[in-house]
C-alpha cells in the first residue's frame, strides 16, 4: 500500500478483555515496531521486528502483551485482560533496511479500557 | 533513552520567530538520526535526518545541528509559522550490530506552541 495501515482506528473494549491491533507495512519493509503513547506523552517502545530476526521485546511491559508478525509483512499487537492503565493510541511503523532510512508511522490505534 | 510517563516539556515562540529545539541522545553507538514531527490525531511524519559523519543538515526551513561529543541534537526552525505547532521527536538508530540493530529509539518530545 501506499503507507503503513493500521486497524482499528478505534477501539473501545470492557477492562478484562482481550484485542488485537492490527498493523499492515509498507510493502518491502523488513524492519516493524510498536509504539504506544498515552495522551499527552511521548513515545513508549514496545517491540521491534527485523526481518527473520528474534523480535526485540524488551519494550512489552507485562506478559499481558504480545505481538507477532506473520510472512514478514501484517503484525498483529495482541492484549489479554485489558486494564484500564492500557488505554492509549498504538502506533506501529516500518521501514525497509537497517540502514540509514526513516520509519514511516501508520496513524495509530486509539485503546480505550471501559 | 525511552520516554515513560513523562510529561513533555514545551517551548512557547511568536510567529515569525526562529526556534531551536533540543534533543540529548543516549547511544553513542547510534550514526543515524531523525526528527519527526507529530500533530494532533496523526502518527508522527519525518522532517529531517543526519548522519553521524555530518554535524549539520539543512532542509527547506528546518537545520538539524548534531554534536556527538555531548550526544546532543537540535532542530533550528527559522520564521516559525502556526502550521508548526506539532510535538518534536528526536530519534536515534543504531546500525552497528546487536540485538537493537536498526531499532528506532526515540526522544522525549517538545511540544511547540506558536503564536499569531
Known amino acids: 500500500g501506499a503507507g503503513v495501515s493500521q486497524s482499528p482506528s478505534n477501539k473501545v473494549t470492557e477492562k478484562g478483555k482481550d484485542v488485537e491491533l492490527r498493523c499492515d507495512p509498507i510493502s518491502g519493509h523488513t524492519a516493524l515496531y510498536w509504539y504506544r503513547q498515552s495522551l499527552g506523552q511521548g513515545l513508549e517502545f514496545l517491540i521491534y521486528f527485523q526481518g527473520n530476526s528474534a523480535p526485540d521485546k524488551s519494550g512489552l511491559p507485562s506478559d499481558r502483551?504480545?505481538?507477532?508478525?506473520?510472512?514478514?509483512?501484517v503484525s498483529t499487537l495482541t492484549i489479554q485482560r485489558t486494564q484500564q492503565e492500557d488505554s492509549a493510541v498504538y502506533l506501529c511503523a516500518s521501514s525497509s533496511t537497517r540502514g540509514n532510512t526513516e520509519a514511516f508511522f501508520g496513524q495509530g490505534t486509539r485503546l480505550t479500557v471501559v | 533513552g525511552e520516554s515513560v510517563g513523562l510529561h513533555l516539556p514545551t517551548l512557547s515562540v511568536q510567529e515569525g520567530d526562529n526556534s531551536i529545539i533540543n534533543c540529548a541522545y543516549s547511544n553513542s553507538a547510534s550514526d543515524y538520526f531523525i526528527w519527526y514531527k507529530?500533530?494532533?490525531g496523526?502518527?508522527?511524519?519525518?522532517?529531517?535526518?543526519?548522519?553521524?559523519?555530518?554535524?549539520?543538515?539543512?532542509?527547506?526551513?528546518?537545520?538539524?545541528?548534531?554534536?556527538?561529543?555531548?550526544?546532543?541534537?537540535?532542530?533550528q526552525i527559522a520564521a516559525t509559522q502556526?502550521?508548526?505547532?506539532?510535538?518534536?521527536?528526536?530519534?536515534?538508530?543504531?546500525n552497528a550490530g546487536g540485538t537493537s540493530y536498526g531499532k528506532l529509539t526515540f526522544g522525549q518530545g517538545t511540544i511547540l506552541t506558536v503564536h499569531p
Open chain 2, 82 to 94: 502556526p502550521g508548526d505547532s506539532a510535538v518534536y521527536f528526536c530519534a536515534e538508530k543504531e
Open chain 2, 42 to 75: 496523526k502518527g508522527p511524519q519525518f522532517i529531517i535526518d543526519i548522519r553521524s559523519n555530518m554535524d549539520k543538515r539543512q532542509g527547506q526551513r528546518v537545520t538539524v545541528l548534531l554534536n556527538k561529543t555531548v550526544k546532543h541534537l537540535s532542530l
Open chain 1, 65 to 73: 502483551f504480545s505481538a507477532e508478525r506473520t510472512g514478514g509483512s
Open chain 2, 38 to 40: 507529530q500533530e494532533s
